[in-house]
């Protein structure tokens, strides 16, 4: 019998936590869509009054203190991962916490399987990989480098410009006189106007932390003002970028080298957002706009797009995938420019993965458009990551894929 070890960072329970958890906003590294799930996200109350702070009063952004755990998991899909897990082998949970090496250092199992997002620092995605390298223990998903890559969205774009593979034109800043650099125009950036609007974030975060309608950046006082409150609460430079007015879209991808697959898109409908919003899926989206009451339907899976843009997307999303090294899964996400070009946004190698339907996880919906259950899908990734490594376990999944789009 395979010994699969399953590593993870579960969310500490609210009683766990040393400030009100009312503070807190919840989710996993991709926030659900919906907020049937609050119990279990540790939250009692919705993270809505310091989102609306956040807009209303520009010096309270959420702090990176408010979010720290955003992107752990919490233990519905940690027991939902483990039991896809159980049909291949034994599972032994390795929760990555103090204890992680010396634990994998003890069970020694065939191969790991990694949801854990880490805590401190950009490296903290690549921390429980190298420590498996070490022990030479194989494992599933990208390796430290990638990882770490793709957790900066900076040093993402300057290797996918550099290849050519289009991204919005950007720039970092670190400081005040970085951004001012941008509000003189001597910066790649054109200054921000309402004709030439910029997008700005912090660098190395996931689950929209730190991204609001006040990050799309009209002028260079927006841009000064918001700018010195992400690096105020973040203490990370920011990535200011063109902003793409298209429409959006996320990709999932299952497997390796030429057997890697797009799984069918998914859309987001913007129209879906309240009245004159900004069109992007960021914080107030992901945790305000959409309530159990009057959920937010921003998603359709397979996007109902021309046949030619999907395989233009497809095309750049692999080349992506592959030049960045990402193995066995991934999310990326995409925006049209003005001219209808897909651009690539961000990377996500360790992609969100609630196993809830109705949580609207993005890369688990649309492996079910691709006929996968939540099961199958961790149980693809393990096998990819298992062929990949040369261990061997249970050809459960022996059905073709068949991506229906
Ligand atoms: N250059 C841009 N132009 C237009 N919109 C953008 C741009 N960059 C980011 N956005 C918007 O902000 C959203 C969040 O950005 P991004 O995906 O980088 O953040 P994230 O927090 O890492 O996301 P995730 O929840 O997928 O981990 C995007 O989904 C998109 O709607
Ligand atoms: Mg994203």
Same mark, same amino acid.
């Given at each position: 019998?395979?010994?699969?070890?399953?590593?993870?960072?579960?969310?500490?329970?609210?009683?766990?936590?040393?400030?009100?958890?009312?503070?807190?906003?919840?989710?996993?590294?991709?926030?659900?869509?919906?907020?049937?799930?609050?119990?279990?996200?540790?939250?009692?109350?919705?993270?809505?009054?310091?989102?609306?702070?956040?807009?209303?009063?520009?010096?309270?952004?959420?702090?990176?203190?408010?979010?720290?755990? &955003?992107?752990?998991?919490? @233990?519905?899909?940690?027991? %939902?991962? /483990?039991?896809? !897990?159980? #049909? +291949?082998?034994?599972?032994? *949970?390795?929760?990555?916490?103090?204890?992680?090496?010396?634990?994998?250092?003890?069970?020694?199992?065939?191969?790991?399987?990694?949801?854990?997002?880490?805590?401190?620092?950009?490296?903290?995605?690549?921390?429980?990989?190298?420590?498996?390298?070490?022990?030479?223990?194989?494992?599933?998903?990208?390796?430290?480098?990638?990882?770490?890559?793709?957790?900066?969205?900076?040093?993402?774009?300057?290797?996918? &410009?550099?290849?050519?593979? @289009?991204?919005?034109?950007? %720039?970092? /800043?670190?400081? !005040?006189? #970085? +951004?001012?650099?941008?509000? *003189?125009?001597?910066?790649?950036?054109?200054?921000?106007?309402?004709?030439?609007?910029?997008?700005?974030?912090?660098?190395?975060?996931?689950?929209?932390?730190?991204?609001?309608?006040?990050?799309?950046?009209?002028?260079?006082?927006?841009?000064?003002?918001?700018?010195?409150?992400?690096?105020?609460?973040?203490?990370?430079?920011?990535?200011?970028?063109?902003?793409?007015?298209?429409?959006?879209?996320?990709?999932?991808?299952?497997?390796?080298?030429?057997?890697?697959?797009?799984?069918?898109?998914?859309?987001?409908?913007?129209?879906?957002?309240?009245?004159?919003?900004?069109?992007?899926?960021?914080?107030?989206?992901?945790?305000?706009?959409?309530?159990?009451?009057?959920?937010?339907?921003?998603?359709?899976?397979?996007?109902?797009?021309?046949?030619?843009?999907?395989?233009?997307?497809?095309?750049?999303?692999?080349?992506?995938?592959?030049?960045?090294?990402?193995?066995?899964?991934?999310?990326?996400?995409?925006?049209?420019?003005?001219?209808?070009?897909?651009?690539?946004?961000?990377?996500?190698?360790?992609?969100?993965?609630?196993?809830?339907?109705?949580?609207?996880?993005?890369?688990?919906?649309?492996?079910?458009?691709?006929?996968?259950?939540?099961?199958?899908?961790?149980?693809?990734?393990?096998?990819?990551?298992?062929?990949?490594?040369?261990?061997?376990?249970?050809?459960?999944?022996?059905?073709?894929?068949?991506?229906?789009?």
């Amino acid at each position: 019998m395979t010994r699969i070890g399953f590593a993870y960072n579960q969310k500490p329970a609210a009683s766990q936590l040393s400030e009100p958890v009312s503070d807190r906003p919840r989710g996993d590294d991709e926030p659900p869509s919906t907020r049937r799930d609050l119990s279990s996200r540790n939250l009692s109350t919705p993270a809505s009054a310091l989102a609306a702070a956040s807009i209303a009063a520009p010096a309270s952004v959420a702090t990176a203190q408010d979010d720290r755990f &955003a992107e752990w998991d919490g @233990p519905e899909t940690i027991d %939902a991962v /483990a039991d896809a !897990l159980g #049909d +291949l082998g034994t599972v032994i *949970r390795l929760e990555a916490d103090d204890d992680f090496p010396a634990k994998l250092r003890a069970s020694r199992p065939d191969i790991v399987f990694n949801i854990a997002e880490g805590l401190n620092g950009v490296n903290r995605e690549a921390h429980v990989p190298a420590i498996c390298e070490f022990y030479g223990v194989p494992y599933s998903g990208s390796d430290p480098f990638t990882l770490t890559l793709c957790l900066h969205k900076g040093r993402t774009k300057e290797t996918l &410009a550099f290849h050519g593979v @289009p991204t919005a034109p950007f %720039a970092l /800043a670190a400081s !005040l006189a #970085d +951004l001012r650099l941008i509000t *003189r125009g001597e910066t790649r950036l054109p200054v921000p106007s309402e004709k030439s609007p910029l997008f700005i974030k912090p660098v190395h975060e996931g689950s929209s932390k730190g991204i609001t309608e006040r990050n799309y950046i009209t002028s260079p006082a927006a841009l000064m003002e918001t700018g010195e409150a992400l690096l105020d609460a973040y203490d990370q430079p920011l990535l200011a970028e063109t902003f793409l007015p298209g429409m959006e879209f996320t990709c999932g991808v299952l497997g390796n080298g030429k057997d890697a697959v797009v799984l069918p898109i998914v859309g987001m409908n913007f129209g879906t957002l309240p009245e004159g919003a900004v069109p992007i899926y960021g914080f107030e989206a992901k945790w305000i706009w959409d309530r159990p009451e009057n959920p937010l339907d921003i998603f359709q899976c397979p996007a109902d797009i021309p046949e030619a843009l999907r395989a233009e997307i497809e095309q750049v999303v692999l080349r992506t995938y592959h030049l960045l090294g990402c193995r066995d899964w991934s999310r990326i996400d995409v925006r049209l420019d003005a001219a209808g070009a897909p651009h690539i946004v961000e990377v996500n190698p360790l992609p969100g993965i609630l196993p809830d339907p109705a949580d609207n996880s993005c890369l688990p919906k649309a492996a079910r458009a691709a006929g996968l259950s939540y099961d199958e899908l961790i149980q693809r990734c393990l096998t990819h990551a298992a062929a990949r490594t040369g261990v061997r376990v249970p050809r459960r999944t022996p059905r073709r894929l068949e991506v229906v789009a």
